[in-house]
């Protein structure tokens, strides 16, 4: 496996990174089966994990500790903070009482005395970027934490933190965690133009689009999730949108057909492929999916290929704006003043 440079941290970072989100009750309940998951992974060249002191509440975390007791230097091990861990006051957020507070829970659950990168899971609107990033700048200065990051910044956002560390000599963002994949391509426009302008490493989310791109959900399929099943605008198939979607990914098992690879090779490659991105997050929940998407680490798209992908979803466009996870709260009816 090839390993790129992580922005300009001077790391290098496999082009997937595992991550596991699915690790615990939200996904595979089974602790040795993603034990032995996390392990595959390793030995097959994947050196970069990525979880939340969220997910399964913890539990992830846990996990992740155990499968890397005794290997704990082969990996860039990143986790995020800020999404509530339960419904007391300030047990969550981008405050300074939270994150000195929390990190010592997640250290405690990995099972390690320091994080490789410590990444904020969603910007705040009602604290300051500062305030975040003074805290996040003491957790590096002890040596609790190596590195820092973003995720799901607009390009604008990411520019005023950049610029908040350079006035205030404040330890910056190096990374940013964006979602992307071939329907979810909004990020084109602003957000990795400006990742590349300040030398960040890009770690995506969701290269198969919720299970979009994974070859499960096909037009007329048995099991094709329902609005009453998946009540999210994500999953509404009664939307137009998602009608378009469903479209696309007729085409795109068409193409990856045409290509020799499969629906999801040609899915995690497309990201993988953008020079803009350093690594594309995977988040399988068992071995066989996990088996499912290795293979994309070495798969090379045509030319020819990348022009029938943008010619069925623009380069820019996200064919579902549900889809996108930043800006929404500036289009809520509130921000718009109507």
């Not at 959900?217 to 329902?226: E, H, I, L, V």
């Not at 979607?245 to 007729?250: P, Y």
């Not at 068992?286 to 990348?306: D, F, G, K, W």
Request: hydrophobic letters at 40%; aromatic letters at 6%.
């Amino acid at each position: 496996m090839e390993y790129r440079l992580l922005g300009r941290t001077g790391l290098s970072v496999s082009p997937l990174c595992l991550g596991a989100m699915m690790f615990g009750p939200w996904g595979n309940s089974d602790q040795a089966e993603s034990v032995k998951i996390i392990h595959r992974a390793m030995d097959a060249g994947v050196n970069f994990i990525d979880t939340a002191d969220v997910y399964s509440g913890g539990v992830s975390e846990e996990i992740v500790g155990q499968a890397l007791q005794g290997r704990r230097d082969e990996v860039v091990l990143a986790t995020k903070f800020f999404m509530p861990m339960d419904d007391r006051p300030n047990h969550g957020g981008g405050s300074r009482k939270w994150i000195i507070q929390e990190v010592e829970n997640s250290l405690r659950r990995l099972g390690t005395d320091y994080l490789d990168l410590y990444q904020v899971h969603r910007p705040s609107p009602t604290t300051d970027v500062e305030e975040t990033l003074g805290a996040l700048t003491d957790l590096v200065r002890q040596g609790k934490v190596r590195y820092i990051g973003s995720s799901s910044y607009s390009g604008s956002q990411i520019v005023e933190a950049q610029w908040a560390s350079r006035e205030r000599s404040l330890e910056r963002f190096v990374t940013e965690q964006p979602p992307y994949s071939i329907l979810v391509r909004g990020i084109e426009e602003d957000v990795l133009p400006t990742v590349q302008r300040h030398g960040m490493g890009t770690l995506t989310y969701s290269p198969l689009a919720g299970g979009w791109l994974s070859g499960r959900w096909r037009k007329d399929a048995a099991g094709m999730p329902t609005s009453s099943a998946r009540p999210s605008a994500r999953f509404d198939m009664s939307s137009p949108a998602n009608q378009r979607k469903l479209d696309v990914v007729e085409e795109l098992a068409l193409l990856a057909e045409r290509a020799g690879i499969t629906l999801i090779e040609l899915a995690i490659a497309f990201v993988i492929n953008h020079p803009g991105v350093t690594s594309a997050i995977i988040g399988p929940r068992t071995m066989e999916q996990l088996e499912s998407q290795l293979p994309a680490a070495e798969v090379r798209l045509s030319a020819e290929v990348l022009d029938r992908i943008d010619e069925l979803v623009a380069p820019g466009v996200t064919l579902n704006p549900d889809d996108n996870s930043y800006g929404a709260a500036e289009l809520t009816a509130q921000a718009r003043r109507r």
